[in-house]
Nanobody
Framework: QVQLEESGGGLVQPGGSLRLSCAASGIIARVSDMGWYRQAPGKQRELVAAITVGGTTNYADSVKGRFTNPRDNAKNTVALQMNSLKTEDTAVYYC??????????????WGQGTQVTVSS
């Protein structure tokens, strides 16, 4: 019923830019915090960027100053704008959102993941 769908992944050269998008769909009463996680080969999944419904952001030190994650509350979407990409940014990127549904309360939802590869 409720789904998160990522898009925008792909191959980019070091120093380039890429923009990921995530859209929540379904019968939704309210979308709370939204964020992006990533998991590189052989690594633990880590938080990349998060944003509250009020617009407060939190970024991993490794991406601070390079990535931003604007959201559109009216459209239930969040983006991840990635600039000055490094090979170390290569990972599967996952959208995450807390979603409140009438009569069901709040649950965390995850997108299926989208591959970002930074390579020359």
């Amino acid at each position: 019923q409720v789904q998160l769908e990522e898009s925008g992944g792909g191959l980019v050269q070091p120093g380039g830019s890429l923009r990921l998008s995530c859209a929540a769909s379904g019968i939704i009463a309210r979308v709370s915090d939204m964020g992006w996680y990533r998991q590189a080969p052989g690594k633990q999944r880590e938080l990349v960027a998060a944003i509250t419904v009020g617009g407060t952001t939190n970024y991993a030190d490794s991406v601070k100053g390079r990535f931003t994650n604007p959201r559109d509350n009216a459209k239930n979407t969040v983006a991840l704008q990635m600039n000055s990409l490094k090979t170390e940014d290569t990972a599967v990127y996952y959208c995450n959102s807390g979603i409140i549904r009438t009569n069901y309360g709040r649950n965390d939802y995850w997108g299926q993941g989208t591959q970002v590869t930074v390579s020359s």
